[in-house]
């Protein structure tokens, strides 16, 4: 665990996402600090990010939005640990990620983190209740258990009736609420989401929508969402905006 003393220098302007007072909070489930990055294009360098602060309260739902390229997805991937800052740092459920190794920061993601893509990346060759068990099994929970926790948050989602559907037989709302129940097994205390509903026509959207936060009432998890959808964003606890690599806060609580 690594314990943040540092004061902040930062000098941003008041719009920027404050993170001040939530980075003395050890149980913030995620938490960045000064966040870059850029990627090699050619001879050039191109910054995506450029200083992001962002604190993640447990329970707490948090929408980001953006336009079509400002850097959303990029920041979601180091939120979750999947891909390297080019400087600053990240910290998931209070332990700084980037002194982990591969094997530890995967077990870490595992226990803390779920993740939700527009299209749900099911495995096809799997039924929906073996993609669910999948994190358990990976989270060494023996095949008996992990199957019956399946089963159970198939049951959540909505989907009692089709534990041994392969994806292909689902439609595209039954898989994303799959790809959720998925996200859930390991009962993480955040789950990333990029536009989840990205894929979905509107009324299926509104239903994922209502799962989510039914979900987050019922177990109190944190869910970060990348989104277009303004209904969507209206109904988590602050929404910031991406823009020129940092984040402003737009809406909800400060
Ligand atoms: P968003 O999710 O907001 O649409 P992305 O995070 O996917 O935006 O991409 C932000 C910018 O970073 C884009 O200009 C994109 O081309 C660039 N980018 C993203 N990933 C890579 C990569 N692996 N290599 C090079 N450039 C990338
Ligand atoms: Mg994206």
């Given at each position: 665990m690594t314990t943040d003393t540092d004061t902040d220098t930062d000098t941003d302007t008041d719009t920027d996402t404050d993170t001040d007072i939530a980075m003395a909070d050890p149980t913030a489930v995620l938490h960045c600090r000064d966040v870059h990055k850029s990627y090699r294009q050619g001879s050039e360098q191109v910054a995506v990010l450029t200083g992001v602060n962002l604190t993640v309260a447990a329970g707490e739902k948090l929408a980001i939005v953006g336009a079509s390229g400002s850097g959303k997805s990029t920041l979601l991937n180091m939120l979750g640990g999947l891909d390297d800052p080019s400087a600053g740092e990240v910290w998931i459920q209070?332990?700084?990620?980037?002194?982990?190794?591969?094997?530890?920061?995967?077990?870490?993601?595992?226990?803390?983190?779920?993740?939700?893509?527009q299209f749900?990346?099911?495995?096809?060759?799997?039924?929906?209740?073996?993609?669910?068990?999948?994190?358990?099994?990976?989270?060494?929970?023996?095949?008996?258990?992990?199957?019956?926790?399946?089963?159970?948050?198939?049951?959540?989602v909505g989907l009692a009736a089709r534990t041994s559907h392969k994806p292909a037989a689902l439609s595209g709302g039954e898989r994303q609420r799959v790809a959720i129940a998925r996200a859930l097994a390991m009962e993480p205390g955040c789950v990333l989401m990029d536009e989840p509903t990205g894929n979905l026509d509107?009324?299926?959207?509104?239903?994922?929508?209502?799962?989510?936060?039914?979900l987050n009432e019922e177990s109190g998890i944190s869910f970060v969402i990348v989104t277009h959808d303004r209904q969507i964003a209206a109904r988590m606890d602050r929404v910031v905006s991406l823009r020129d690599g940092r984040l402003y806060h737009v809406g909800g609580a400060p």
């Open positions: 209070g332990a700084a990620v980037a002194p982990m190794s591969e094997s530890d920061r995967a077990r870490w993601r595992n226990q803390h983190l779920g993740f939700v893509y749900h990346h099911l495995l096809p060759e799997f039924s929906a209740l073996e993609n669910v068990a999948m994190p358990l099994l990976i989270g060494r929970v023996t095949p008996a258990v992990a199957q019956e926790r399946a089963r159970l948050l198939l049951m959540d509107p009324a299926t959207a509104q239903t994922v929508l209502e799962l989510l936060l039914k």
